[in-house]
């Protein structure tokens, strides 16, 4: 007996080393470390307050990138568990049921949603819940001179084909190069915007699980290049990245936020259709609130309650937009259109409702606004008009459709791109604002 009783201990200790996880909890989240480093527990945290009224608290497991949250509710203990591996591994913990909700910094891949597809549509608003923007910030040593690069450019780096500063108008010394391992979904939307098809990233790169850890190695290697989440800047310096002929972007509020920065993201929920349990389905709910977002906003990360901003405009903005927009602001959102269709996507859909909110907290109305639509590069300019024109249409009685009716619209062709030639960015309606 004493023998049968030993070896119990022994498994069960066996089990929490290799990170099988034996501490029962209410609710469990997978995945992205983006998410799961600070911002799930954040809003975790911070929905288990509104919920009880009590503050929760917050302990490691054991296992590294994993936290508790525990907080009592009438006499019974609610325990949180947030597991931040990286996005591909939460998608395998919801598929084996191990995870009531799946943190991702990427979106689902086609691949994944049609696996998925007997259980959910992870493509529909009851299942993608777009909780964050991010920008996938590009850094360097402080002292590096190098102050922005093209996106082509910052390939041929991460592919070793540009191995020294001086290349780029830095000093000449050899590039160390740092990335996020292969579980990650910043890896992935980097290999994605980044390296594309084109390139593959070079053998010497150094690999990172966490986005902090990365940030600070650089920050303290003159040689270094990395990238990182926004949230996980911290003593690096930023570079400003362009695409194709439009200008170079450093992320900010407005780039970011209205998702014009090159390499801004966005950072999702996942659950399996419509959350049922009152845990999964309440934090959801936080998580999109006015007051989610001021976590995020906390968190480091871009907040989606719009905000209305001057932005800096820059010598190829044409004298025409100057005197369009001279009495407005722009609010820190654009609505976006799934991809090969004429229907707003998921957060635009979300971004409806926000705008209708803003008024409503600003005390301005319908008459206060004004939406102007973009077109990508076309082979006439009455053509790029005509589609600028229908996509802030659409936008227009979608507002309409939630209450703010006749809003002025306006299409501005495919003039000022934000992204190279064909990029989907570039096909977006802004909303500015009055600004008296």
Same mark, same amino acid.
């Given at each position: 007996?004493? /023998? ?5 201990? %022994? ?29 799930? #527990? ?13 503050? #929760? ?17 009438? =006499? ?5 568990? %947030? ?52 920008? +996938? ?30 290349? *780029? ?46 940030? !600070? ?5 003159? &040689?270094?290049?990395? $990238?990182?989440?926004? &949230? ?11 695409? =194709?002929?439009? @200008? ?23 659950? @399996?259709?419509?959350? !049922? ?23 480091? $990360?871009?907040?989606?309650? #719009? ?5 800096? $405009?820059?010598?190829?903005? @044409? ?10 602001? /722009? ?18 859909? /979300?971004?409806?409702?926000? *705008? ?9 109305? &319908? ?5 102007? =639509? $973009?077109? !990508? ?6 053509? &790029? ?7 802030? +249409?659409? %936008? ?24 190279? /030639? ?15």
């Amino acid at each position: 007996m004493r /023998r049968l009783h030993s070896f119990k201990i %022994v498994t069960l200790l066996a089990m929490m080393t290799h990170g099988i996880h034996t501490l029962a909890a209410d609710l469990q989240i997978h995945g992205s470390n983006t998410v799961g480093a600070t911002l799930a #527990p954040m809003l975790v945290s911070g929905y288990l307050e509104q919920l009880t009224g009590t503050a #929760p608290a917050l302990k490691p497991t054991g296992r590294e990138n994993e936290q508790l949250i525990t907080v009592a509710d009438n =006499g019974k203990q609610v325990k949180v568990m %947030v597991a931040a591996h990286g996005s591909s591994t939460g998608y395998k913990a919801l598929v084996e049921g191990k995870a009531d909700i799946w943190a991702s910094s990427r979106p689902a891949k086609p691949t994944e949603a049609e696996q998925f597809r007997n259980r959910a549509d992870l493509t529909t608003l009851d299942s993608e819940h777009v909780i964050a923007i991010d920008g +996938l910030a590009i850094l360097v040593h402080p002292a590096n001179p190098v102050s922005r690069l093209t996106i082509d450019t910052l390939g041929r780096i991460y592919a070793g084909q540009i191995r020294n500063w001086s290349e *780029v108008g830095g000093p000449d010394r050899p590039i160390r190069l740092y990335a996020r391992d292969d579980r990650s979904g910043t890896w992935d939307t980097f290999k994605s915007l980044v390296l594309g098809k084109q390139y593959t990233l070079a053998p010497s790169a150094v690999r990172y699980e966490s986005n902090d850890q990365l940030s !600070d190695d650089v920050s303290r290697d003159p &040689a270094g290049i990395g $990238f990182a989440g926004l &949230a996980s800047v911290r003593n690096s310096k930023v570079l400003a990245i362009s695409e =194709g002929d439009a @200008p170079a972007l450093k992320p900010n509020q407005l780039t970011v936020a209205s998702e014009d920065y090159p390499l801004s993201r966005r950072l999702f929920m996942y659950t @399996p259709g419509k959350p !049922d349990g009152k845990l999964a389905a309440g934090l959801i709910d936080f998580a999109l609130s006015s007051e989610g977002q001021k976590l995020v906003a906390e968190s480091g $990360f871009i907040s989606q309650n #719009p905000i209305a901003v001057k932005p800096e $405009f820059d010598n190829s903005v @044409p004298q025409s937009f100057h005197r369009l927009t001279a009495q407005y602001r /722009r609010l820190t959102v654009n609505f976006r259109f799934a991809e090969g269709r004429t229907k707003l996507d998921n957060k635009a859909l /979300r971004d409806l409702r926000r *705008v209708g909110h803003y008024l409503e907290q600003t005390g301005k109305t &319908a008459d206060d606004l004004m939406l102007i =639509g $973009f077109a !990508d590069q076309q082979s006439n300019e009455l053509r &790029a008009q005509m589609i600028s024109e229908l996509r802030a +249409l659409s %936008v227009r009685k979608a507002l309409g459709a939630e209450g703010i009716p006749d809003v002025a619209y306006t299409g501005y062709g495919h003039y000022m791109p934000v992204g190279g /030639r064909g990029s989907q960015r570039n096909g977006r309606v802004e909303v500015w604002v009055l600004s008296r």
